[in-house]
Structure formats: C-alpha cells, structure tokens
C-alpha cells in the first residue's frame, strides 16, 4: 500500500471504530482492522480487570495451528505502558524464554490501550513467516491507532456506565410506581424484587390471596431483562387430570382425543419465567415431574419419547403454609427446597394499615376517570379500620365500587361498603387474634372521632403528649390526609 492510501484507511478506520458504543463491537472493530492495516498474521486484544487478570477479548487468526503468543511482551506493554517493536523475537535475548521460542513467532508490535491514566489493554499483533515484517514506522502507526481506540473504549464504558445509572433509576421509577407503599415491610419487599430480578434461581412467594403475590412475580420477570415471555398458571383453577397436558404438552395421537400436538407452558414460556400460582395444589404426581423439570432443565411431553431442553425461570407462589402440607403429605419436601431458593413473604394489609392511604390515592387514579379528586378523611379512617380478609384486592374492589357511587367529586365515607363489624365481634368470630398495635389504632382513632378530631384534646383524654399523638397518626399514615384541625 502507498503511503498516502494508508493514511486515507486510518482515518475511514479511526472514524468508524469512534462511532462504536459498545465496548466489545469497538474491541472487535480495532483488532480486526488493525491486523488488516498492518499486514499481520494475527492479532489479540488483552484487557485487564479491575484485579488484575488478563484475558482475551478478542483475536484475529489468519494462520492455524498456533496457540501462544508472547505473554513476556503482553505484560512489559501492560507494566511500562509502552508500545514494543520486536524484529525478530526468537533472537530476542530477554523473550528467550517465553512461548516465542515454542511458536517461532519472529515479528510483534504491541501498544497500550490506555483509559484514563490507567493501562487498561494491549493490542498485539506478531508474524511468525518474516523477520522484520513491521517498521518503526508501523510502531508509530499503532501508537496512534490505539490513542485513538483508548478515546473510544473510554467513551464506550463511559457511555456503558451512564446507560446501567439510567436503568436503574428507571427500574425504581417503574416499581415504585406501580408497587405502592411506604411502609418498611413493602421497601423491603421491592428491595428484595431489584435483588432477585437478574437472578436465574427459582423464587417462592408466600402470602395470603390479595397480598400482591402475582404483581411480584410480575415485576420480578420485567427486571430480569429475559428474553422470554412471563406464562402464568394457576395450579388451582386448572383440573388435575389436565394439568400435565397443560404444563408439559403432548404429542400427536398420545392420547384418544390429542389429534395434534400442543406445546406445554414450560415450553411456551421457554427463555422466560414460568408463574406457578397456588403451587400447593399441584397433584403430588405432577410434583415429581416438576421435580425432574427442575433439575434437569428438560420435560417430557405426554407421548414423546425423548425429552425437551427448557430454559425457564420458576417463580411459585402459594397462600399455605407448605410446611403444613408437607406435614399432611400433601408435597413434597424435596421440591418444597428446590423452589424455596429465594424467598418473598408478602405481609397482609392489616399489618401494614399506613399504606392505605396511598393505595387508596392509587387506585381512586386508576378507577376515578378524573372525575374523583379525593376521598374524605372519615372515610379513610373507616378503610383504616378494617381488618382486610381479601387485602389489596379487595381495597382495591370497594375503591372502585365506591369510585362509581361518588355522587361529587370526593369519596364520602358513605360511599365505602364494607362491613364493619365491631371489631372485636369480627375477630371472636374468626378466631383471629388482633396486635396490640391494632387495638391501640382503633381506639386513639375512636377516641378522635369522638372529640371531633380535636387532637389536643383526644391526647388529654388519651393521657398522652399532642407529639405522642401525632407520631402515633404518622406512623399509622393518617397525618397524609388533609383536613380537620390542628
Ligand atoms: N403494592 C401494591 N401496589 C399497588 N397495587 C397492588 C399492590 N399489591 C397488589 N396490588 C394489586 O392488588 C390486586 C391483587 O394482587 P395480586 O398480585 O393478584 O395478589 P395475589 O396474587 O397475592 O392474590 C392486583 O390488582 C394488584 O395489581
Ligand atoms: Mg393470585
């Protein structure tokens, strides 16, 4: 090549590899084009970690057979952070030594990639055919070439590292807003969610029906960054004696009736996650198949005779205590540990009353057609002081329920149908035992209401401080509503 047409490649060259944003294109683009450029039989990017292991990003091999390179040279260019020029390696008294002599490697040119102030990689060409095949001139050439790659790749990790801050946020932005709640046992739980996305492992989610088990599940897989889709079933809902066929498929003719073959979910949901509802009611049979799934990553439709490779995310979820079932012989143990990997107890609503106010703000959004503005403090009292045995799903019912028979544009606490027992009838009744927090709740909100809201004076009653008060009514998120006095 004559000079002046090198010089018009580099630059095509350097403006195309400046362009690349993701720093392993860009390593690929550099080493494949600066192998091409200067005429080498191969060529390797060696990058650094952050602990100081070196490994291959990428190589070019325009000759075969040849498995070493000179890691003598590799590192001299990675400690000094200077760019080598070897005429003829094999007579290179300090390379003697090294894998050169081995692979008769004659010629290497090598420079630093430098990011920052850091030594960050080489680029390493070499030719094992000609002595002398790179010129000083080459050096400088290569000096260049990989500045001008250092700009890049830093730019490239740079732009790597504003795109996952960006992911973030919005991974917060997204659960926050559509897993309302303030209260120290949901942070904990959308903690747990952002841990357990990137995670492959199976996770169980334990809870009574309403708690928000499959809206878990469902922002579980969205964080996962899985290609697949999310399949649910619910192992309730779905007769037993179909439920095989359903999970796992069959094949044509396996049974009178499976005139064509039909895909199970596992395999519908394969490269995604498969939502296992009420998991306590899969029949003990299919616990084993499951089991054998689990473990062996494949399934067996009904009828095939060789078994099918799945790649499928399990999330379980169930409002019994498996332990109990366990017990009863109801399920096995053994699957009960291979699901229980990670864990999510989702805590009912009655133990977490201070995210009412700000489920109810939610869902007067979502069912209020803008035509709700807001809801009255009595009435959020009486949403307060239920015991929830349906929990965010059945708040969610009487809000929509009541969003409709507003008759203006505030929900009165006449709108609100639920059925309020005196409290302690209904837990006679049901044989559940109320907190002493929940008893105190009702009675400071009783005692409110009876002085009509009138703070100091409740407290005086209450023989407690007007503070003691109001830390109480924050805690229990009833300070987040407007109105009444001071
Ligand atoms: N923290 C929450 N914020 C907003 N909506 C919720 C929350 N938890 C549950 N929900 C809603 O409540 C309803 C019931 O939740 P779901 O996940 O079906 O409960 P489960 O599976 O435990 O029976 C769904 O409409 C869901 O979107
Ligand atoms: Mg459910």
């Known amino acids: 090549m004559a000079e002046n047409d090198k010089y018009r490649v580099l630059v095509n060259i350097l403006t195309k590899i400046a362009r690349l944003t993701s720093p392993e294109e860009l390593i690929e683009e550099i080493l494949e084009q600066a192998v091409q450029f200067m005429e080498a039989e191969r060529g390797y990017v060696f990058l650094q970690t952050v602990s100081g292991d070196i490994f291959k990003a990428a190589g070019v091999e325009n000759i075969e057979g040849l498995k070493r390179y000179s890691s003598t040279i590799v590192n001299r260019v990675l400690s000094t952070g200077e760019a080598v020029l070897t005429h003829d390696a094999s007579k290179s008294p300090d390379l003697i030594s090294d894998s050169v002599v081995l692979e008769s490697i004659r010629s290497v040119i090598a420079a630093p990639l430098i990011v920052g102030q850091d030594v960050k990689g080489v680029i390493y060409l070499d030719s094992t055919t000609r002595t002398g095949l790179f010129t000083n001139r080459d050096l400088e050439l290569l000096k260049a070439f990989a500045g001008v790659a250092s700009l890049a790749l830093s730019n490239a990790t740079k732009f790597r590292e504003l795109l996952e801050s960006y992911e973030a946020l919005r991974t917060d932005f997204e659960l926050k807003s559509e897993f309302v709640g303030q209260s120290p046992k949901i942070i904990e739980i959308v903690t747990l969610i952002k841990k357990f996305a990137p995670s492959n492992l199976p996770v169980l989610i334990t809870g009574e029906s309403g708690t928000g088990k499959e809206l878990a599940a469902k922002m579980l897989h969205k964080l996962s960054m899985r290609k697949g889709d999310l399949v649910s079933v619910n192992c309730a809902a779905i007769p037993s004696d179909l439920l095989e066929a359903e999970l796992f498929g069959y094949k044509k003719g396996a049974f009178t009736g499976a005139t064509q073959a039909k895909k199970g979910l596992f395999e519908v949901a394969d490269g995604g996650t498969l939502f296992l509802d009420e998991i306590s009611e899969l029949p003990i049979d299919l616990q084993a198949k499951l089991l054998r799934a689990l473990q062996e990553h494949e399934i067996r439709p009904i009828g095939a005779t060789r078994p099918i490779k799945v790649d499928v995310r399990i999330i379980a979820a169930t409002n019994r205590d498996l332990k109990e079932e ?39 959004r979502k069912y209020g057609n803008d035509r709700i503005k807001g809801i009255e403090r009595k009435a959020i009292i009486k949403l307060m002081r239920y015991h929830w045995p349906g929990n965010i799903r059945e708040l969610e019912n009487v809000i929509a329920r009541a969003a409709v028979m507003a008759s203006s544009e505030l929900i009165r606490e006449s709108d609100i149908q639920i059925e309020e027992l005196k409290t302690t009838e209904v837990h006679r009744g049901s044989g559940r035992i109320k907190t002493l927090e929940e008893m105190e709740r009702e009675y400071v909100l009783d005692v409110l209401e009876r002085c009509g809201w009138n703070k100091s004076k409740a407290a005086r009653m209450l023989g407690i401080t007007l503070r003691g008060l109001q830390y109480k009514l924050k805690r229990w998120g009833v300070e987040s509503e407007k109105g009444g006095d001071g």
């Open 326 to 364: 366990i017990k009863a012989g109801r399920f096995r143990e053994d699957l009960y540990y291979r699901i229980n990997v990670l864990r999510i107890d989702m805590p009912p609503l009655r133990d977490r009353p201070e995210d009412i106010p700000l489920l109810v703000s939610h869902f007067i």
